[in-house]
Nanobody, 124 residues
């Protein structure tokens, strides 16, 4: 079970931190954040595995950071320097047997578990 939180509305240039609470053991998974904006296809944003390896979409490199929150089973997405084009519903996904790079490929159809999403709106 994946439960996202932390979405909201922010002005361009601002920051938000999304959280994904993971129920269960995810040793063999890469955990990923995807997003889908209005009229757009779902796209991978950031991913990490249990070893701490990460992967990012080019559009968010240098602005977003994915991490694991200490001993808790939370996957965080720190989003800085937000832009209007970052507005989307953000989803947490568990992608079994994949590297973080593989987990971000395509629209996430290869990932087996999904949260319900959290909305992020960035205004000018």
């Amino acid at each position: 079970l994946l439960v996202e939180s932390g979405g909201g509305s922010v002005q361009a240039g601002g920051s938000l931190t999304l959280s994904c609470e993971v129920s269960g053991y995810w040793y063999y998974y890469s955990m990923a954040w995807f997003r889908q904006g209005p009229g757009k296809e779902r796209e991978g944003v950031a991913s990490l595995n249990i070893a701490g390896s990460t992967s990012y979409a080019d559009s968010v490199k240098g602005r977003f950071t994915i991490s694991r929150h200490g001993a808790q089973n939370r996957i965080l997405l720190q989003m800085n320097s937000l832009r209007p084009e970052d507005s989307a519903t953000y989803y947490c996904a568990a992608c079994r047997g994949m590297t973080p790079f593989q987990a971000l490929a395509g629209d996430g159809a290869q990932c087996e578990s999904w949260g319900l999403g959290t909305q992020v709106t960035v205004s000018t």
